[in-house]
């Protein structure tokens, strides 16, 4: 029995999918394809069914976009610890400049020193 | 002058070392950032480009499919227009999102630059409470629908290189598998829009095409302005070539993926940091040219 596939993946086969419908699509608003029904009743049945799959074209892809959404927002707590921690980060790193600017002032004096020694 | 010299140059290179454990692998992780946030600008502008031909192809299918009938023409309008609220929603929470994303690596870019932190910490405040914000609404949002968390099974195993230490190894150790599963989600989003743009851009450059270009070509009169028509003729040609560009340039989401990992295992040269920054600058270009694909009028419009 195969592994149940996690959301990213569902969507990612949901592409495949939309990709196909998608490409169908273009195809029934091919330039002159209504000049192909000389029937007034079969061209409107005819449009009738191309509005209902360009609708559902758009469900599909709404519906693949909500799934990812909702995995987005799932991260968004790891992003914003992220945030947090690299910013406790920088702030470390102040005190590790402000040490290392004091030590360079003080080897600059031990610098002037050597040179008046030398 | 030259003991100066010496002690300044040790001083930059223990600065280095205190970011990365290693000052090689500074310039390449800055820059890495820097793809960070100019790869959420692109999306974004990706974004705003799916928003708007959403919108514009739900007109054409109203336009193409008139039955003249008001009862079922009034449940077609209310039905795109409902839809197309759906889609301005759920783009409207994937930017958000994005600016989140690019907030992170600001952070990541300031670490690597910063001597400011005061006013870097002021801005994350700010960043924090406009997150907040944004967290409840995608919360209250009747789209979203509950779904289990899921495993992290597709996430290769990435070695955070040992050069990588201090607060930033923390950092990156607890959360590179969720950055990488972020970046996964970026990877399959763009597929999402790449594959709407495509088509609704074809869409409307037919139904454009055969209102002008074609109509006044295959009428029993000729075309009035033929230098007219011929270049109308081919800018609904060239839209073409713009899907095409949009295929190529989506590329550049992969290969900020996998960059990342090359980052963290030190992998990460500055050719590579070079190629992939001119790879988010031709993808925002791409988006920047299908934005305005449409802006010129066409003869007979």
New interface residues.
Partial sequence: MS?PL????R??KA?EF??KI??F??KL????IERRFTDPDEL?KF??F??KW??F???V??D?????????????D?????????????????N??NF?NL??NV??VI?QI??VVI | MKHKKIISLSLTSLMSFSLVGCGATLEEYKKYAEAGQAYSIAMDSLFTTSAQYFVDQNSVTLLANDLQEPASDQESYENASKLDAEWLNLVGLMRQHTNLLKKYFEQLENLATSNTPEQAKQATEKVFNQINSISNSIQQSPLIRPEAISPLSSIPKIILSSKIKGALREELLSRKEAIYRELELQDIVIELLATQLKKDLQIISQYKEERTTYNQFISETPVSNPDAWIIARRNFRITDLSVKALEDATKATTDFKNSFQLVLEDRFSTARANALLAEISYLLTVTKELKTAFDKPSQGE
């Fill in positions: 592994e996690t959301p990213a993946q969507a990612k592409i939309f990709e998608s490409a699509e273009v608003y091919a330039i002159g409107k449009k009738k191309r509005l360009s609708f074209v758009d469900e892809q709404i693949i976009a909500t799934v990812l959404v909702d995995e987005l927002q799932k991260l968004e790891p992003l914003n610890e992220g945030i947090e921690s690299l910013q406790n980060t920088i702030d470390n790193l102040q590790t400049v290392l030590l360079g080897l600059g610098g050597v040179d």
